[in-house]
């Protein structure tokens, strides 16, 4: 299933995502992780959403070695905001006064921090959490995928 960018074409993004990691003094390996990540996805009829990794660190079916992949090219388990942070229509926008969306923040999840939780446990501990609705194996599973490829 793709769905077609109007008025978008793949040189564009790669051409805005350059952009933005120069101005911010990004190094090359920083940007070359950030626009595999988007060619990923983006490919010459439009956008296949199978290949975002958002969509992919959220799916429960089994995952091919291409899709495993694309989920091992940043250490972040659940969901992916490469196309919201390089896009050019987001440039300049300031961070939101909504005091909730900047509290209690969690930056990082290990394998340790769930493996031992049951089901309620889990739920009760990170139920507010976006990523709880998916439960604890996906991560899990994500957390591997990851881990094999940085160590992290």
């Known amino acids: 299933m793709l769905t077609k960018i109007s008025e978008l074409k793949i040189l564009?993004?790669?051409a805005a995502v350059n952009a933005d990691y120069r101005d911010k003094g990004?190094?090359?390996?920083?940007?070359?992780s950030a626009l595999s990540l988007i060619n990923s996805a983006l490919v010459?009829?439009?956008?296949?959403?199978?290949l975002c990794k958002?969509?992919?660190?959220?799916k429960k079916e089994p995952l091919t070695d291409r899709e495993m992949e694309v989920i091992a090219r940043t250490p972040l388990i659940f969901g992916c905001d490469e196309c919201q942070r390089v896009c050019p229509h987001n440039k300049g926008?300031?961070?939101t006064p909504i005091v909730e969306f900047r509290q209690n923040r969690?930056?990082?999840?290990r394998k340790e921090d769930i493996e031992s939780l049951t089901n309620r446990q889990f739920r009760t501990t990170y139920g507010n959490r976006?990523?709880?609705w998916r439960g604890k194996k996906i991560l899990l599973r994500n957390l591997d995928i990851v881990h094999a490829k940085t160590g992290l």
Do not use: C, E, N, W
């Open 44 to 50: 010459a009829q439009g956008y296949d959403y199978h």
């Open 26 to 32: 990004s190094s090359r390996k920083t940007l070359k």
């Open 130 to 132: 976006p990523f709880s």
């Open 54 to 58: 958002s969509y992919l660190t959220q």
């Open 106 to 109: 969690l930056t990082m999840l």
């Open 12 to 14: 564009d993004v790669q």
């Open 93 to 95: 926008v300031p961070i």
